[in-house]
């Protein structure tokens, strides 16, 4: 099979959560325009609905909205019967729901340290652990987190430690599912994006004299797209990366080169 062919993902299932921001619905259609059916996972239930139906008229795939909260379990749990119970089975999860709060390590509370790590980190092991128990049943599967390239370096100037704590756990963390399940046919790798512009980071009125400086420090110059995330999420989803497990990719315009 010719390496264009290994990248196609009909007769796959994949969902994407927080499939109704930025990240999350550009990945999602590139996995539909690859033939995959998708669920789109995510806590706004409207939103997620909107997302799928505008990905089925553009890409002709299937597409479902699951309204979900990652953080707990049960709502996981119902998430993945649902998937199972639509489209059968789950070849591809993308474990992708994230948020960041900017303040100061000595004035956070601890309701505001939980908030992240509940989301960013908690949430990435409930959503891989009961995808990767239905891959294990199938004897295959890939699973995608997405971390950061703050879980390898520190932003500067704004004070976010407890999202890059999250974000070095979610690489680790994939890593070891990683080593745990290697033999059984399920892999797990990270995507570590640069500076995307997002509502994420659009939305956020503090992050606004920010985006300049940001340009300023990446190597070329800019805020990445979410789009150009798309090729990678695409190999690693597919038979394309059937040896790559454990690893961390990082989409950064070049900003943790220097
Ligand atoms: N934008 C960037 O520059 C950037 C850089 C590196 C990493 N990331 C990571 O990429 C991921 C996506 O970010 P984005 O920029 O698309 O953000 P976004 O805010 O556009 O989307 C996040 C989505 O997650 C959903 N969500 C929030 N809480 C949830 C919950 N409890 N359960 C289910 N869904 C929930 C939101 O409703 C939203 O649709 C995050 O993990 C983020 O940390 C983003």
């Known amino acids: 099979m010719g390496i264009i062919e290994k990248m196609r993902l009909d007769g796959k299932v994949a969902y994407v959560t927080g499939g109704a921001g930025g990240i999350g619905k550009s990945i999602a259609t590139a ?4 033939g995959a059916k998708v669920a789109i996972v995510d806590l706004e239930g409207g939103k997620a609905q909107e997302v799928a139906d505008e990905i089925a008229q553009a890409t002709g795939s299937q597409t479902l909205a699951v309204q979900t909260d990652v953080t707990d379990a049960d709502s996981v749990n119902q998430m993945i019967e649902t998937i199972v119970q639509a489209f059968g089975r789950i070849d591809i999860a ?5 948020i960041t709060m900017n303040i100061p390590a000595e004035e956070m509370s601890p309701e505001d340290w939980h908030k992240v790590i509940d989301l960013d980190l908690n949430g990435v092991f409930l959503t891989s652990q009961a995808a990767g128990r239905v891959m294990l049943e199938q004897g295959n599967g890939s699973i995608i987190n997405t971390a950061s390239m703050s ?3 520190v932003n500067v100037p704004q004070p976010q430690a407890s999202y890059n704590a999250a974000k070095a756990g979610v690489k680790h963390l994939s890593k070891s599912l990683a080593v745990e399940w290697a033999d059984r046919g399920v892999r797990v790798n990270t995507i570590s994006p640069g ?3 997002t509502d994420l980071i659009f939305e956020a009125e503090e992050l606004q004299p920010l985006i300049k400086k940001w340009e300023e420090i990446t190597p070329q ?3 990445g797209k979410p789009e ?4 990678i999420a695409l190999y690693l989803a597919s038979d394309a990366s059937s040896f790559a497990t454990g690893a961390d990719f990082i989409i950064d315009g070049g900003y943790t080169a220097i």
Request: zero cysteines; a negative charge.
């Open 31 to 34: 996995l539909a325009e690859a």
């Open 94 to 98: 993308f474990n992708n729901a994230g």
């Open 195 to 197: 500076y995307i512009g």
């Open 151 to 153: 879980g390898s370096i």
């Open 228 to 231: 150009e995330l798309q090729g």
């Open 221 to 223: 110059g800019r805020l």
